[in-house]
């Protein structure tokens, strides 16, 4: 069974930097997908990025360019590097594998997920 564990999420102030990780229990190299997703209370699951096995990237349009993925395959662990943070980017978010080819942001086709980690973003 794949575990992830997220961690880095807290409290910062807008327009704040914050890095989340998420330390997974596979080896890479099985997975083919690791992907960021948020979901504020009473929405749905959004998908943030996601990086492939080939680090080719994906980012939703309303991150990109303030938001990366970098991936260490040698320590198993996925991060987000959050830039220019606002409040109404408050929510939980999780990492997620999966271990399908394709690279995708779509929440449903994730395998394993992670228990999520709160960020809170004050003004």
């Known amino acids: 069974q794949v575990q992830l564990v997220e961690s880095g999420g807290g409290s910062v102030q807008s327009g704040d930097s914050l890095t989340l990780s998420c330390k997974i229990s596979?080896?890479?190299?099985?997975?083919?997908?690791w992907g960021w997703f948020r979901q504020a209370p009473g929405k749905e699951r959004e998908g943030v990025a996601a990086i492939d096995h080939f680090h080719s990237t994906m980012y939703a349009d309303s991150w990109e360019g303030r938001f990366t993925i970098p991936r260490d395959n040698a320590k198993n662990t996925l991060y987000i590097q959050m830039k220019s943070l606002t409040p109404e980017e408050t929510t939980t978010y999780y990492c997620?594998?999966?271990?399908?080819?394709?690279?995708?942001?779509?929440?449903?086709?994730?395998?394993?997920w992670g228990q999520g980690t709160q960020v809170t973003v004050s003004s």
């Open positions: 997620a594998v999966k271990d399908t080819f394709g690279i995708t942001r779509a929440h449903q086709l994730y395998h394993y």
């Open positions: 596979e080896d890479s190299g099985k997975l083919f997908s």
